[in-house]
């Protein structure tokens, strides 16, 4: 994996920096910081890459045993609990129309008509259905979970044959596992959700999907290596000081583009990991800085034709990471020439790709957009590793940086008190009772019909 920075250089692009502005007492600080988990109790996702055989060969057996006995595997989460799910999938599977022998479906949301038609489209005998929330806890996926139950006890099936769960050692969710004599995977007290990919939570439907999960658990801790040197070929901490610089000058949005269809869900991972963690109120002095990038997902080259306009001429407040590959797996040349468009003939589409991208990067730069690259030199289990484990540690690193909690959630907990005082939750009367007010004095204008 590599960093080409030009495009952010200040002898490139008006209010450019330099990479020798780096602070090295607080690089060394901050990395320290981390890496002795002095900043917070949630980085036991830093020991993550170093599973032992024993825990890896568990979860191999698991996934070849899921493979062999089952014809479907829904995995029921949310946000960390989905997220990197569904792009390993995407990278490993549905972008190279690759059959694995199982049908994989991530159910990432309540919303009942794509969740029922799914339960009513597979056979519920051929299914194993993997519960996962760290807390043990998750309205929704609780939600999922029970409406699966009672389809099982209709069909007076045990269900405890069809489910796996993975979650948080002695929670509720747990002891249920275990009263019920369900397999149940741990997730470590202090690895938070969006950091979790890489463990059980990620690696379980990573092996159903036959993946090589020791070159992945490999490839992250090649990262976890180099984000400890203290010079700027530490890729995670000098491109989280880049967007940290970039921040301090209004770039508020940080548009993440890869040209590469296996990697289109990245960005989504990406999202959650930099917004969730880094969209705070206070600092750790608990002073008000309402600090965080908004991170835009988009993808190289389809989103040239529908956002580029405004990242070339609009409001000047974003930094783009393109993340491209050197090495494809598949090519074609484009030998027959159409005679209206003779300069196509003779190249491949993965140099068009190329091409695409390097115009797009040099044009940003010429009207002064500031953006840099990420580049793998191809994609397969121990680069994805890399890369997972690169953008865990980069937000760590920009954490650092702001001086804020980067592991709390305190914007997503007020939403969730207002839903459980919805079902009526002992303890949340009050909050009941303001949501009731405020619905019944909402304020509705109606679309009407014209009069005819």
């Not at 059959?99 to 994989?104: A, K, R, T």
């Not at 209709?154 to 050692?169: G, M, P, R």
């Not at 007290?189 to 992945?216: K, Q, W, Y």
């Amino acid at each position: 994996m590599k960093l080409e920075y030009t495009g952010i250089l200040k002898e490139n692009i008006k209010n450019g920096i330099t990479l020798d502005s780096i602070p090295m007492a607080s690089r060394s600080k901050n990395i320290k910081n981390i890496f002795t988990k002095k900043s917070s109790n949630m980085l036991d996702w830093l020991d993550l890459p170093d599973g032992t055989p024993e825990q890896i060969n568990k979860i191999k057996d698991y996934g070849k045993y899921v493979r062999h006995k089952f014809q479907n595997f829904v995995v029921l989460g949310i946000g960390g609990s989905a997220l990197g799910i569904k792009m390993l999938k995407n990278i490993f599977v549905d972008s190279i129309h690759k059959d694995i022998g199982i049908n994989l479906y991530v159910c990432d949301n309540i919303d009942s008509d794509s969740f029922v038609a799914l339960l009513n489209k597979i056979n519920l005998k051929k299914t194993m259905f993997n519960v996962i929330t760290k807390s043990g806890s998750t309205s929704e996926t609780l939600a999922q979970m029970s409406i699966v139950i009672s389809r099982y006890k209709s069909k007076k099936l045990d269900f405890a044959n069809h489910f796996c769960i993975t979650t948080t050692k002695d929670n509720d969710l747990y002891k249920f596992a275990k009263d019920n004599h369900i397999q149940v995977f741990d997730i470590p007290e202090g690895v938070g959700g969006r950091f979790s990919v890489l463990s059980a939570v990620g690696l379980i439907p990573a092996s159903v999907m036959n993946l090589d999960i020791t070159s992945m658990l490999r490839g992250a801790n090649i990262a976890k290596i180099n984000a400890t040197l203290e010079n700027v070929n530490n890729l995670a901490y000098t491109c989280a000081y880049i967007n940290y610089s970039y921040l301090n000058k209004g770039k508020t949005n940080l548009v993440v583009m890869p040209y590469s269809d296996r990697l289109a869900l990245v960005p989504d991972f990406f999202a959650q990991l930099w917004a969730e963690s880094l969209g705070k109120k206070t600092n750790r002095k608990g002073e008000i800085v309402y600090t965080g990038q908004t991170p835009i997902k988009t993808l190289g080259v389809t989103d040239q034709h529908s956002q580029l306009q405004l990242y070339s001429e609009g409001i000047q407040d974003k930094i783009i990471m393109f993340i491209t590959v050197d090495n494809c797996v598949l090519d074609e040349k484009i030998e027959y020439e159409l005679p209206f468009a003779p300069h196509l003939a003779n190249t491949t589409l993965k140099t068009l790709l190329d091409y695409e991208y390097s115009s797009t990067a040099y044009a940003l730069t010429q009207v002064n957009r500031p953006n840099y690259t990420i580049t793998l030199d191809s994609i397969n289990e121990e680069s994805i590793g890399q890369l997972i484990f690169f953008m865990e540690m980069m937000t760590a690193f920009a954490g650092e940086m702001l001086n804020i909690n980067t592991y709390d959630q305190p914007g997503v907990e007020l939403s969730k008190i207002y839903t459980k005082a919805c079902l009526k939750m002992k303890g949340y009367e009050k909050e009941a009772s303001d949501l009731k007010n405020f619905t019944l004095d909402k304020k509705f204008f109606y679309m009407k019909n014209p009069e005819m």
